[in-house]
């Protein structure tokens, strides 16, 4: 039997593609996992250290706050469906080699999430009274124009991190999240040992907003 006959080729092709999906999948599954695991475990080491350097009212404060700045909530909630729609076009695009029009679909995402965190950023600013007086929040307008700020650019972040989803490269993806992760964990002690409180935490979500953005389009280049 002639091993390299166009028939032998076919024959040994499925077997390697199998091959490459349970490879891929395992890889993606275990990276998945890691990047869980550290979003758990690292919450659950700096909430009693941010408790220690607020009063209670500013801890509930932030916990309301915290609320906007999840941009998972946002980003596939509040956008129509178009966040996941990242995810399927890019796979498609990337899957016959189109980069072109995935560079198309970037761009319109980023057209479309600066005018979605403009009217964000409006309707946060017009409901203030009204969201602050059922929760019962007050002083706390400063870190609440920043939380929005913060969470108009993270939906940004989320669009350019949907690539690396789309193509199936987890690895990349859970290792981008880790590293804004461990900035931000920096940014949360380095601004509640200077003494900034409230405001700090909020100063703090913008700018690891935009240091997540920076990191994911400085990666997907």
């Not at 891929?24 to 700096?46: E, H, I, M, Q, Y």
């Not at 002083?139 to 199936?168: E, I, P, T």
């Not at 040992?193 to 909020?202: H, I, Q, R, V, Y």
Request: with cysteine.
């Amino acid at each position: 039997m002639n091993l390299d006959s166009p028939s032998s080729h076919k024959d040994r092709q499925p077997g390697t593609l199998q091959g490459e999906f349970t490879k891929r999948l395992v890889t993606n599954t275990l990276f998945n996992l890691l990047g869980r695991s550290w979003s758990f475990v690292l919450a659950l080491v700096l909430t009693p250290y941010i408790l220690a350097h607020l009063d209670v009212r500013e801890f509930g404060t932030w916990v309301v706050l915290s609320i906007f700045i999840s941009s998972s909530a946002s980003f596939n909630l509040l956008d129509f469906g178009l966040g996941s729609s990242f995810v399927k076009h890019i796979a498609e695009f990337n899957t016959h080699g189109d980069f072109g029009r995935i560079n198309r679909v970037l761009f319109s995402g980023l057209v479309f999430y600066g005018v979605f965190g403009i009217l964000l950023l409006a309707i946060g600013l017009l409901l203030e009274n009204l969201l602050f007086e059922l929760f019962h929040v007050s002083g706390a307008s400063l870190a609440y124009l920043l939380v929005l700020l913060s969470w108009a650019v993270s939906n940004v972040a989320v669009m350019f991190l949907s690539v690396f989803k789309g193509v199936q490269r987890m690895d990349t993806s859970n290792s981008l999240e880790i590293k804004i992760s461990i900035a931000s964990a920096i940014g949360v002690i380095m601004f509640l040992e200077a003494g900034w409180g409230l405001s700090g935490l909020a100063m703090n979500a913008l700018v690891n907003a935009c240091f997540a953005t920076l990191l994911a389009w400085w990666t997907l280049r």
